[in-house]
T-cell receptor
Framework: RKEVEQDPGPFNVPEGATVAFNCTYS??????FFWYRQDCRKEPKLLMS???SGNEDGRFTAQLNRASQYISLLIRDSKLSDSATYLC?????????????FGTGTRLKVLA | SAVISQKPSRDICQRGTSLTIQCQVD?????MFWYRQQPGQSLTLIAT?????????ESGFVIDKFPISRPNLTFSTLTVSNMSPEDSSIYLC???????????FGPGTRLTVT
């Protein structure tokens, strides 16, 4: 299994739809996880942090399944502005390291 | 979060030359990192910039090719030396605070080597 793996997509969804992405990771000792959003030709921007079982912020929900070693990102009521690449990030162990391992990203296109 | 700027934002360089990229933060930060994002790829960590000491490089990256300076807690530079077309990438700096695993990225420097 790769250290961090994502479905590259693209996910094409209509406005208003609910979409979910999964990200699997290989190191069972990983404690924290992040989702970043990257727009075309821009830098990644932190979307959500996941330190326990999950996190919710408005239309966005991140969930962690430690037993199966994956995190998911759920976007409800998709907007055109949600179109971007979503990067799953897992800090490299041991705990305390700041070194990030990035997934290859999942591309989302929200269609009018 | 901190405001991070990078200079230059883009450049086109000839092979064999070197380019120094600057990263400036508007507040003191504990950790600074340099990443590379090649076309169509995700981000790869080049090195951790250590204040007052040599940078810590990741596997596949060496100081002779990517010398890094960090003279204080708000500024770092990355030099891409003896460039080849394979160095064409976006180079990004990121920062994190003490005890804070969340990283924030600068706007990136888009480098094209001809």
């Amino acid at each position: 299994r790769k250290e961090v793996e994502q479905d590259p997509g693209p996910f094409n969804v209509p406005e208003g739809a609910t979409v979910a992405f999964n990200c699997t990771y290989s190191n069972s000792a990983s404690q924290s996880f992040f989702w970043y959003r990257q727009d075309c030709r821009k830098e990644p921007k932190l979307l959500m942090s996941v330190y326990s079982s999950g996190n919710e912020d408005g239309r966005f929900t991140a969930q962690l399944n430690r037993a199966s070693q994956y995190i998911s990102l759920l976007i409800r009521d998709s907007k055109l502005s949600d179109s971007a690449t979503y990067l799953c990030v897992v800090p490299r162990t041991p705990p305390g390291t700041y070194k990030y391992i990035f997934g290859t990203g999942t591309r989302l296109k929200v269609l009018a | 979060s901190a405001v991070i700027s990078q200079k230059p934002s883009r450049d086109i360089c000839q092979r064999g030359t070197s380019l120094t990229i600057q990263c400036q933060v508007d507040s003191q930060v504990t950790m600074m990192f340099w990443y590379r994002q090649q076309p169509g790829q995700s981000l790869t960590l080049i090195a951790t910039a250590n204040q007052g000491s040599e940078a810590t490089y990741e596997s596949g990256f060496v100081i002779d090719k990517f010398p890094i300076s960090r003279p204080n807690l708000t500024f770092s530079t990355l030099t891409v030396s003896n460039m080849s077309p394979e160095d064409s990438s976006i180079y990004l700096c990121s920062v994190a605070g003490a005890g804070d695993y969340e990283q924030y990225f600068g706007p990136g420097t888009r480098l094209t080597v001809t």
